[in-house]
Nanobody, 124 residues
Framework: QLQASGGGLVQAGGSLRLSCAAS????????VGWFRQAPGKEREFVAV????????YYADSVKGRFTISRDNAKNTVSLQINSLKPEDTAVYYC???????????????????WGQGTLVTVSS
């Protein structure tokens, strides 16, 4: 029900725009997060946006370079990633969770739905 896209191969310093599209259900009441998993590493939180579009929250490692946004009319959430670094290389996943006390924004295990991931590779 979530489809992530937009990954690719880019040189360090470049930019990409990832998209997360939802289908099959109303998306605009869900908080959406982006996570990533680099080869040999655990999945980590990247960014999150509330159902209304505000607030947003970012991992320190991406703050100032990544911007998360959403268009509820189009059922999509985007992640603009700029000033890419080789250490940003990972599979990026979007996830959605209902607003409520059960949802910990930076804890992927509390999200209900996951996309299949899109690979971002940054060359030096």
């Amino acid at each position: 029900q979530l489809q992530a896209s937009g990954g690719g191969l880019v040189q360090a310093g470049g930019s990409l725009r990832l998209s997360c599209a939802a289908s099959g259900r109303t998306f605009n009441t869900y908080t959406v997060g982006w996570f990533r998993q680099a080869p040999g590493k655990e999945r980590e939180f990247v960014a999150v946006i509330s159902w209304s579009g505000r607030p947003t929250y970012y991992a320190d490692s991406v703050k100032g370079r990544f911007t998360i946004s959403r268009d509820n009319a189009k059922n999509t959430v985007s992640l603009q990633i700029n000033s890419l670094k080789p250490e940003d290389t990972a599979v990026y996943y979007c996830a959605a969770g209902r607003y409520g006390p059960q949802l910990e924004w930076t804890n992927g295990r509390t999200y209900e739905y996951w996309g299949q991931g899109t690979l971002v590779t940054v060359s030096s």
